[in-house]
């Protein structure tokens, strides 16, 4: 037909537009009757937006009405047009009233022709089919009205779809996700659509919709999509259920559920927090079981079980919730805003991960959250109560990634910073509680921890150039709070306190010192109601940064003028509480005293006299109550006295002069502080005394006739004192307490100072500083600073117990604990009061009479191993009095026959530049003693100790203190190492001496000490046994490397270097005890291996197996058979040491153990029994000893080494397996073996506990097991059981 269909020309179009007639459309303006020029620069969606604002359209605000894609499909006269208020068949309604208009303007030939049509195209029951559709239509929409007044004028939500069951399949469909194109216009339609009549419809979804594809599977942590209905093309599917909605037939089912039911529960009977609760509260109409709020629901409980054992889950307190309760907190207590899971509480990776975020204020309370972790983490190792004990071990891993998190928020304005800030403090400054007032040393060993294995501190990785540069432009600022900016100032000064290194990182970084300065210490004065107070803190750190280094002290002389304003006014009228401006006061005067130890600064003595004489004036004064600072000028009083002993040793020269120190008579104001001190300020006398004596030992050098008058005044004033006044009470009371708390530690240790040993040797070393002081007082009042013994000294002192207190102390068992890893790393510096003691005590002891010169010695070789970096003067001054004390008539006096050789080449005197050099540190590291010198003022690079890792025993260290027990052998260190030591390169033009005459010396002098401690009965300071070896081993390997085809002799073959050696080596021989024989042996650990030794030599970059190789390479190519050499050989073939030392002598120098001869009596060992037990193993090394015994001759104490470990892995009884390798090694004995070694093999016989048999004995036992060992020969073979026969006995 020539007419389109009817269906087909319907167009949709705005139902509420009315029908107008048709006008002409006038497109000319008023002007030109032309039409307007349309410019098409805008774009259609601008033209449309144009045009909706012309006309003044608004944007709908009620929700659109999603029509269902079926409906499209119906009949046309099945549809209506939307109404615009968008109820659920309004589009319907409209649709038939717009149809039937049409259908009534057409004529009765028109509807003909179209009913017609639609009978041609549907059949003749059409008008049946579209009946009954509006009859259920009609039906459909009285139910729903019916069911509206049910359940009331609250519309239900659409619900979402349920998975489809498994193997249930639906059919096919159009697809949900976009609907179905609409039917294709009539062709005398030339206008397309228009926006507004544009309508978006959507898919009606039916039960089976829905589908799980296997091929993509849903993500763990998303919902699963709803997809289109499964096609033959996408392959095998399966259903996961149809779904049951909201309907509402089931909402009738709720509301006739019978009374008590879970449906029926209010909201405020129910649990806060459970899932019916928020389905209550939140989504009322919502099923119970609905699958889209499966979110609220908690996870299996097997799923909680195991998250909980696996992670440790911390509250907004930084307290581990435990984890039966993580499970069952509420929600409302904010721990459960984390990752995935239903636990509460977070993980540790949960608040790293949220310290990043970009929500500040969720930033700030994470890393609040970590500070308080690492609050209690510090505490883990020591307390586990205080601590987090399922965080133990991990400690420093943990805290470098705290640390990490606050250096990467420290920048930040606001909470942020100033919570990273605090972390930062906990993990820096907190971190080591109590250390914050220890000076005087590195405390590099901190940052390592207790138990950490790890070479590389937390501290240590801090980028320190951020840090600090940050931390400067935070002072210069100061928008932080007055809290957070002391926290940053108490970090830098704890990274001071770290190490050296950081001290200078600190004062090179620009502006870091004067910013500190400016922001809490050049405060107004007087103070506004606004201003921050100074803070005497500031001025300890700056005192740490100048203890540092030299360099970072010369920084602080510049800053150190503005310091003056706290010495200007006296505390009683400074514009500050007097609390505070005495604490300022003294630690200003405290910061001087530092400064003057490197003898800077000491000219404000004269720039600034007037202030400081009236400084003086007020600590003599009853008005002055505060001995802190009566102890700070006593110190500075004391640093500038030292200063002036030798102008040309400040810097500059001439900062101070001896007449200056006269002239203002500070030896008498020092003298009249002892009026204004009670006995009980014990930490006041000390400094009185230092004070004194630092005037008087200036004096000898500049007063006349030696100080003599000085030296008269003060004593006019402390002699009576000392024999029956203060000074005798205060001595008193620090002998008895020091003795108290010697024995209170020697009690309480466990072969380490622990942190609980701190606050008694703290206590210790108090007492220790009164008792040097007095000591030191009595030495500077004699008339000469050389040791000789006084006829009477210049006041009472309790000698004798103040010798038996130095006794006691030199032999206790902290020293040796004291380098144990469970020692605290900065227990040196708490010991270090200690050996100041014993060192004045060691001067003192040269002047007493009655102290023969061979008990001084004694004292000194064991008081030398005492020192401590510092001490080096001390050190140097007691080895040149020990040389000088050894002399021909020393020696004959005690019955020692010395060759004349030896003193007509000057004695040892040719050895003390030697002993010297090895005492001397190098320039970069010298240390300030604990009592500053003038030598010290110009020489010293730092006035804090070194760590305790940098002072190891056995380590080749830059340190020369502690010395170890065997640094007499020094003298041949440096011929070993004569190319590269420096001490050849000073050596005075008169020296001559030769190799031979240095080792003589050398030994002579090893003897003696050995001899005199021995005699004083100070044992621990004996050297080992191991020592003793290795030395001796440096003998002989002077010649390593040497030419031998010149005449001179080996130094080893010098028969007075012979007998010496010998003379040494002789109370370490196995014929020197009896207890050499028992067996089993003493614990290997009782002393140190001899490889352990030769690392202080050798270093660790030289294992002391290379060592023996050359010394065996070298016994080889010239020993020619030399029993002292052949007899150092043997203590590496001991069954402590690895079998490495073995295998090479015996297997690779298999030709050199005919050489060695040495007897068993002369082995040098504490048991013969280490080279006997346990039995060897290594196959290679049993090989060794068969073919060293076959070749022969083997013999003396190498033989019965290698019979007894043949022994022994042949016969059963000695311990042998007896399986297939050793009747395969006793057939090899007696095939290859001659009469006489197969003798010794089968008949050996050794105890296993009690006494070592010896040959011949251990050959000529008898008893049953000669019958078990011919036995077992005949499981070898008939020939060997009967060679074995007539050794063994008949059956």
Same mark, same amino acid.
């Given at each position: 037909?020539?007419?389109?269909?009817?269906?087909?020309?319907?167009?949709?179009?705005?139902?509420?537009?009315?029908?107008?007639?048709?006008? +002409?459309?006038?497109?000319?303006?008023?002007?030109?009757?032309?039409?307007?020029?349309?410019?098409?620069?805008?774009?259609?969606?601008?033209?449309?937006?144009?045009?909706?604002?012309?006309?003044?359209?608004?944007? %709908?605000? #009620?929700?659109?009405?999603?029509?269902?894609?079926?409906?499209?499909?119906?009949?046309?006269?099945?549809?209506?047009?939307?109404?615009?208020?968008?109820?659920?068949?309004?589009?319907?309604?409209?649709?038939?009233?717009?149809?039937?208009?049409?259908?009534?303007?057409?004529?009765?030939?028109?509807?003909?022709?179209?009913?017609?049509?639609?009978? #041609?195209?549907?059949?003749?029951?059409?008008?049946?089919?579209?009946?009954?559709?509006?009859?259920?239509?009609?039906?459909?929409?009285?139910?729903?009205?019916?069911?509206?007044?049910?359940?009331?004028?609250?519309?239900?939500?659409?619900?979402?779809?349920?998975?489809?069951?498994?193997?249930?399949?639906?059919?096919?469909?159009?697809?949900?996700?976009?609907?179905?194109?609409?039917?294709?216009?009539?062709?005398?339609?030339?206008?397309?659509?228009?926006?507004?009549?544009?309508? +978006?419809?959507?898919?009606?979804?039916?039960?089976?919709?829905?589908?799980?594809?296997?091929?993509?599977?849903?993500?763990?942590?998303?919902?699963?999509?709803?997809?289109?209905?499964?096609?033959?093309?996408? &392959?095998?599917?399966?259903?996961?259920?149809?779904?049951?909605?909201?309907?509402?037939?089931?909402?009738?089912?709720?509301?006739?559920?019978?009374?008590?039911?879970?449906?029926?529960?209010?909201?405020?009977?129910?649990?806060?927090?459970?899932?019916?609760?928020?389905?209550?509260?939140?989504?009322?109409?919502?099923?119970?079981?609905?699958?889209?709020?499966?979110?609220?629901?908690?996870?299996?409980?097997?799923?909680?079980?195991?998250?909980?054992?696996?992670?440790?889950?911390?509250?907004?307190?930084?307290?581990?919730?435990?984890?039966?309760?993580?499970?069952?907190?509420?929600?409302?207590?904010?721990?459960?805003?984390?990752?995935?899971?239903?636990?509460?509480?977070?993980?540790?990776?949960?608040?790293?991960?949220?310290?990043?975020?970009?929500?500040?204020?969720?930033?700030?309370?994470?890393?609040?959250?970590?500070?308080?972790?690492?609050?209690?983490?510090?505490?883990?190792?020591?307390?586990?109560?205080?601590?987090?004990?399922?965080?133990?071990?991990?400690?420093?891993?943990?805290?470098?990634?705290?640390?990490?998190?606050?250096?990467?928020?420290?920048?930040?304005?606001?909470?942020?910073?100033?919570?990273?800030?605090?972390?930062?403090?906990?993990?820096?400054?907190?971190?080591?509680?109590?250390?914050?007032?220890?000076?005087?040393?590195?405390?590099?060993?901190?940052?390592?921890?207790?138990?950490?294995?790890?070479?590389?501190?937390?501290?240590?990785?801090?980028?320190?150039?951020?840090?600090?540069?940050?931390?400067?432009?935070?002072?210069?600022?100061?928008?932080?709070?007055?809290?957070?900016?002391?926290?940053?100032?108490?970090?830098?000064?704890?990274?001071?306190?770290?190490?050296?290194?950081?001290?200078?990182?600190?004062?090179?970084?620009?502006?870091?010192?004067?910013?500190?300065?400016?922001?809490?210490?050049?405060?107004?004065?007087?103070?506004?109601?606004?201003?921050?107070?100074?803070?005497?803190?500031?001025?300890?750190?700056?005192?740490?940064?100048?203890?540092?280094?030299?360099?970072?002290?010369?920084?602080?002389?510049?800053?150190?003028?503005?310091?003056?304003?706290?010495?200007?006014?006296?505390?009683?009228?400074?514009?500050?509480?007097?609390?505070?401006?005495?604490?300022?006061?003294?630690?200003?005067?405290?910061?001087?005293?530092?400064?003057?130890?490197?003898?800077?600064?000491?000219?404000?003595?004269?720039?600034?006299?007037?202030?400081?004489?009236?400084?003086?004036?007020?600590?003599?004064?009853?008005?002055?109550?505060?001995?802190?600072?009566?102890?700070?000028?006593?110190?500075?009083?004391?640093?500038?006295?030292?200063?002036?002993?030798?102008?040309?040793?400040?810097?500059?020269?001439?900062?101070?002069?001896?007449?200056?120190?006269?002239?203002?008579?500070?030896? @008498?104001?020092?003298?009249?502080?002892?009026?204004?001190?009670?006995?009980?300020?014990?930490?006041?006398?000390?400094?009185?005394?230092?004070?004194?004596?630092?005037?008087?030992?200036?004096?000898?050098?500049?007063?006349?006739?030696?100080?003599?008058?000085?030296?008269?005044?003060?004593?006019?004033?402390?002699?009576?004192?000392?024999?029956?006044?203060?000074?005798?009470?205060?001595? @008193?009371?620090?002998?008895? @307490?020091?003795?108290?708390?010697?024995?209170?530690?020697?009690?309480?240790?466990?072969?380490?100072?622990?942190?609980?040993?701190?606050?008694?040797?703290?206590?210790?070393?108090?007492?220790?500083?009164?008792?040097?002081?007095?000591?030191?007082?009595?030495?500077?009042?004699?008339?000469?600073?050389?040791?000789?013994?006084?006829?009477?000294?210049?006041?009472?002192?309790?000698?004798?117990?103040?010798?038996?207190?130095?006794?006691?102390?030199?032999?206790?068992?902290?020293?040796?604990?004291?380098?144990?890893?469970?020692?605290?790393?900065?227990?040196?510096?708490?010991?270090?009061?200690?050996?100041?003691?014993?060192?004045?005590?060691?001067?003192?002891?040269?002047?007493?009479?009655?102290?023969?010169?061979?008990?001084?010695?004694?004292?000194?070789?064991?008081?030398?191993?005492?020192?401590? %970096?510092?001490?080096?003067?001390?050190?140097?001054?007691?080895?040149?009095?020990?040389?000088?004390?050894?002399?021909?008539?020393?020696?004959?006096?005690?019955?020692?026959?010395?060759?004349?050789?030896?003193?007509?080449?000057?004695?040892?005197?040719?050895?003390?530049?030697?002993?010297?050099?090895?005492?001397?540190?190098?320039?970069?590291?010298?240390?300030?003693?604990?009592?500053?010198?003038?030598?010290?003022?110009?020489?010293?690079?730092?006035?804090?100790?070194? %760590?305790?890792?940098?002072?190891?025993?056995?380590?080749?260290?830059?340190?020369?203190?502690?010395?170890?027990?065997?640094?007499?052998?020094?003298?041949?260190?440096?011929?070993?190492?004569?190319?590269?030591?420096?001490?050849?390169?000073?050596?005075?033009?008169?020296?001559?001496?030769?190799?031979?005459?240095?080792?003589?010396?050398?030994?002579?002098?090893?003897?003696?000490?050995?001899?005199?401690?021995?005699?004083?009965?100070?044992?621990?300071?004996?050297?080992?046994?191991?020592?003793?070896?290795?030395?001796?081993?440096?003998?002989?390997?002077?010649?390593?490397?040497?030419?031998?085809?010149?005449?001179?002799?080996?130094?080893?073959?010098?028969?007075?270097?012979?007998?010496?050696?010998?003379?040494?080596?002789?109370?370490?021989?196995?014929?020197?005890?009896?207890?050499?024989?028992?067996?089993?042996?003493?614990?290997?650990?009782?002393?140190?291996?001899?490889?352990?030794?030769?690392?202080?030599?050798?270093?660790?970059?030289?294992?002391?197996?290379?060592?023996?190789?050359?010394?065996?390479?070298?016994?080889?190519?010239?020993?020619?058979?030399?029993?002292?050499?052949?007899?150092?050989?043997?203590?590496?073939?001991?069954?402590?040491?690895?079998?490495?030392?073995?295998?090479?002598?015996?297997?690779?120098?298999?030709?050199?153990?005919?050489?060695?001869?040495?007897?068993?009596?002369?082995?040098?060992?504490?048991?013969?029994?280490?080279?006997?037990?346990?039995?060897?193993?290594?196959?290679?090394?049993?090989?060794?000893?068969?073919?060293?015994?076959?070749?022969?001759?083997?013999?003396?104490?190498?033989?019965?080494?290698?019979?007894?470990?043949?022994?022994?892995?042949?016969?059963?009884?000695? &311990?042998? @397996?007896?399986?297939?390798?050793?009747?395969?090694?006793?057939?090899?004995?007696?095939?290859?073996?001659?009469?006489?070694?197969?003798?010794?093999?089968?008949?050996?016989?050794?105890?296993?506990?009690?006494?070592?048999?010896?040959?011949?004995?251990?050959?000529?036992?008898?008893?049953?097991?000669?019958?078990?060992?011919?036995?077992?020969?005949?499981?070898?073979?008939?020939?060997?059981?009967?060679?074995?026969?007539?050794?063994?006995?008949?059956?």
């Amino acid at each position: 037909m020539a007419q389109s269909s009817l269906v087909g020309s319907i167009l949709e179009r705005n139902p509420a537009a009315k029908p107008s007639a048709p006008s +002409i459309r006038s497109q000319a303006t008023a002007k030109t009757g032309f039409p307007a020029v349309q410019h098409r620069s805008q774009s259609a969606f601008a033209r449309a937006r144009r045009d909706a604002q012309k006309t003044g359209g608004e944007r %709908p605000r #009620e929700v659109p009405v999603v029509q269902s894609s079926s409906s499209l499909n119906l009949p046309v006269s099945e549809r209506k047009p939307a109404s615009s208020a968008g109820g659920a068949d309004s589009w319907r309604e409209q649709m038939e009233e717009d149809n039937l208009r049409q259908v009534q303007s057409m004529t009765e030939e028109e509807r003909e022709q179209e009913r017609a049509e639609i009978l #041609e195209k549907f059949g003749p029951n059409v008008v049946e089919v579209l009946r009954k559709a509006r009859t259920a239509r009609e039906g459909k929409r009285e139910d729903s009205g019916n069911e509206k007044q049910e359940v009331g004028a609250t519309p239900s939500p659409p619900s979402s779809p349920s998975r489809p069951r498994i193997g249930e399949r639906t059919r096919s469909h159009n697809s949900i996700l976009r609907p179905s194109s609409p039917p294709p216009t009539s062709a005398s339609s030339s206008r397309p659509p228009s926006r507004a009549e544009r309508k +978006i419809r959507f898919a009606d979804v039916t039960p089976g919709d829905i589908h799980v594809y296997e091929s993509a599977p849903p993500s763990p942590r998303r919902k699963a999509l709803a997809l289109p209905s499964p096609t033959d093309s996408d &392959g095998p599917t399966v259903s996961l259920g149809a779904w049951r909605g909201s309907t509402p037939k089931s909402l009738r089912r709720e509301a006739d559920a019978p009374e008590g039911s879970a449906e029926d529960v209010k909201v405020d009977k129910l649990e806060e927090g459970t899932p019916e609760d928020i389905r209550r509260r939140f989504f009322p109409t919502a099923p119970t079981h609905d699958p889209s709020l499966e979110w609220i629901q908690s996870a299996p409980e097997q799923e909680l079980e195991a998250e909980a054992e696996s992670t440790i889950r911390f509250d907004l307190t930084g307290t581990p919730i435990p984890a039966h309760i993580s499970s069952k907190l509420p929600t409302h207590l904010g721990l459960h805003h984390h990752a995935e899971g239903s636990h509460a509480g977070y993980t540790l990776e949960d608040i790293f991960l949220l310290s990043r975020s970009t929500v500040p204020a969720q930033r700030a309370s994470m890393l609040g959250l970590l500070a308080k972790i690492a609050h209690k983490l510090a505490r883990t190792s020591a307390d586990s109560k205080k601590g987090i004990p399922e965080l133990a071990g991990q400690e420093l891993p943990l805290r470098k990634r705290m640390l990490a998190t606050g250096v990467e928020a420290m920048a930040e304005r606001a909470s942020v910073g100033a919570r990273a800030i605090e972390l930062l403090w906990e993990c820096i400054v907190w971190w080591d509680e109590g250390v914050q007032s220890l000076d005087g040393v590195e405390l590099r060993d901190l940052d390592l921890g207790t138990s950490a294995t790890s070479t590389e501190g937390a501290l240590s990785t801090l980028p320190l150039d951020y840090m600090l540069t940050q931390i400067a432009n935070t002072f210069a600022v100061g928008d932080l709070p007055s809290e957070t900016l002391v926290q940053l100032l108490e970090i830098l000064h704890r990274l001071a306190q770290h190490s050296n290194t950081n001290a200078t990182s600190i004062v090179s970084t620009k502006g870091l010192i004067a910013n500190t300065l400016q922001r809490f210490l050049l405060t107004p004065i007087p103070p506004t109601k606004d201003s921050p107070l100074p803070n005497p803190f500031a001025l300890k750190f700056l005192r740490t940064i100048a203890s540092s280094t030299r360099e970072n002290a010369s920084a602080l002389v510049d800053p150190a003028d503005s310091l003056l304003r706290f010495v200007i006014s006296l505390p009683p009228s400074f514009p500050f509480e007097p609390a505070l401006a005495t604490v300022l006061l003294s630690e200003t005067l405290q910061l001087y005293a530092a400064l003057g130890s490197y003898g800077l600064y000491a000219h404000v003595a004269t720039t600034a006299q007037e202030h400081f004489l009236q400084l003086n004036r007020y600590v003599l004064s009853s008005e002055c109550q505060s001995q802190t600072l009566r102890r700070a000028w006593l110190h500075l009083l004391e640093a500038w006295t030292i200063n002036a002993h030798d102008p040309h040793r400040t810097t500059p020269s001439h900062e101070i002069l001896w007449s200056q120190v006269v002239g203002w008579g500070w030896i @008498d104001d020092v003298l009249a502080i002892r009026e204004r001190v009670s006995e009980k300020d014990e930490d006041v006398w000390p400094c009185i005394w230092n004070a004194a004596a630092a005037f008087l030992e200036g004096a000898r050098i500049n007063g006349l006739r030696n100080g003599e008058d000085e030296r008269s005044a003060v004593l006019t004033t402390v002699k009576d004192s000392f024999a029956s006044g203060s000074e005798k009470r205060v001595v @008193d009371a620090a002998l008895k @307490d020091a003795r108290e708390l010697l024995g209170k530690l020697s009690s309480g240790m466990r072969q380490a100072i622990l942190p609980t040993d701190v606050p008694v040797l703290q206590r210790l070393g108090r007492h220790a500083n009164t008792l040097a002081a007095a000591i030191r007082l009595l030495l500077s009042c004699t008339p000469r600073s050389s040791p000789e013994p006084l006829p009477d000294p210049p006041f009472v002192l309790p000698f004798a117990d103040i010798s038996s207190l130095c006794a006691a102390i030199t032999n206790h068992p902290l020293w040796s604990g004291l380098y144990t890893p469970e020692s605290i790393p900065y227990a040196h510096a708490l010991c270090r009061p200690l050996s100041t003691l014993l060192s004045c005590y060691l001067q003192l002891s040269q002047s007493i009479p009655g102290i023969s010169p061979d008990l001084w010695m004694a004292q000194a070789f064991a008081i030398l191993v005492r020192l401590f %970096p510092g001490d080096e003067d001390l050190a140097q001054r007691t080895a040149v009095a020990i040389a000088e004390t050894l002399t021909e008539d020393f020696l004959q006096s005690k019955g020692w026959s010395i060759p004349d050789v030896i003193w007509q080449r000057g004695g040892l005197s040719i050895i003390v530049p030697f002993l010297k050099y090895s005492l001397r540190a190098k320039p970069e590291s010298r240390v300030g003693p604990a009592w500053m010198t003038p030598q010290s003022i110009s020489i010293a690079s730092t006035q804090r100790l070194p %760590p305790l890792s940098a002072l190891t025993p056995n380590e080749r260290r830059d340190q020369p203190l502690p010395i170890a027990r065997d640094w007499l052998f020094s003298p041949l260190d440096h011929l070993l190492r004569s190319g590269e030591s420096e001490v050849f390169k000073n050596l005075p033009s008169s020296w001559d001496a030769s190799e031979a005459e240095v080792v003589r010396a050398t030994l002579l002098l090893v003897r003696v000490s050995q001899e005199v401690l021995k005699f004083h009965q100070l044992g621990s300071f004996l050297m080992t046994r191991e020592e003793v070896a290795f030395g001796c081993m440096k003998v002989f390997m002077l010649e390593h490397g040497q030419q031998q085809s010149d005449s001179q002799e080996e130094v080893f073959r010098d028969s007075i270097v012979e007998r010496f050696m010998a003379d040494l080596l002789a109370p370490f021989s196995a014929s020197a005890s009896a207890k050499t024989l028992k067996t089993p042996p003493p614990s290997i650990h009782t002393s140190d291996s001899i490889d352990t030794v030769a690392k202080r030599f050798l270093g660790s970059a030289v294992p002391f197996y290379q060592w023996y190789t050359d010394f065996i390479g070298l016994y080889d190519s010239i020993s020619f058979a030399h029993p002292l050499f052949a007899r150092l050989l043997l203590p590496p073939l001991s069954m402590r040491y690895p079998v490495d030392y073995r295998k090479y002598l015996w297997a690779d120098f298999n030709h050199v153990m005919r050489t060695i001869r040495v007897p068993p009596e002369a082995v040098i060992t504490g048991s013969i029994a280490e080279y006997l037990w346990p039995v060897e193993t290594d196959a290679e090394v049993i090989g060794a000893y068969l073919r060293a015994l076959v070749k022969g001759p083997l013999d003396g104490f190498v033989r019965l080494v290698a019979v007894h470990h043949v022994a022994c892995r042949v016969w059963p009884d000695l &311990g042998s @397996d007896g399986e297939e390798k050793a009747q395969k090694l006793l057939r090899a004995v007696v095939d290859q073996g001659g009469h006489e070694v197969v003798r010794e093999i089968v008949l050996y016989r050794q105890n296993r506990e009690g006494t070592i048999m010896l040959p011949p004995v251990c050959f000529e036992q008898q008893g049953g097991w000669r019958s078990s060992r011919l036995e077992f020969a005949g499981k070898c073979g008939a020939d060997v059981r009967q060679r074995l026969k007539n050794l063994l006995g008949s059956e």
